[in-house]
């Protein structure tokens, strides 16, 4: 059983910043890439950010300068610092990762998402 705890979202103003965290535990083996989503009600999901086991990274345009992704190897976490935080970044954030699970089959992983609102 794989699980995806993510934290940190919450309402903010904006030109706020915040901090999300998403923590992976369970059968997980070789993690290749760490990511973020974002989806907003009637849209479709979208990919925020990605950071790879090179720690290589990807931005949506949109947040590019704003946001940057990071990841610890070793306790299997990503975070996603948003800074300069504006209404349309208003969403429920969605941790990803793309990793082998023990019969070393790629495997993709959601986390339940965390709500962010940028509102003043």
């Known amino acids: 059983q794989v699980q995806l705890v993510e934290s940190g979202g919450g309402l903010v103003q904006p030109g706020g910043s915040l901090r999300l965290s998403c923590a992976a535990s369970?059968?997980?083996?070789?993690?290749?890439?760490m990511g973020w989503f974002r989806q907003v009600p009637g849209k479709e999901r979208e990919s925020v950010a990605s950071i790879n086991s090179g720690g290589s990274t990807n931005y949506a345009d949109s947040v590019k300068g704003r946001f940057t992704i990071t990841r610890n190897s070793a306790s299997k976490t990503v975070y996603l610092q948003m800074s300069n935080l504006k209404p349309e970044d208003t969403a429920l954030y969605y941790c990803n990762i793309v990793a082998r699970d023990s019969a070393w089959r790629l495997r993709n992983y959601w986390g339940q998402g965390t709500q962010v609102t940028v509102s003043s």
């Open positions: 369970g059968s997980i083996f070789s993690i290749n890439v």
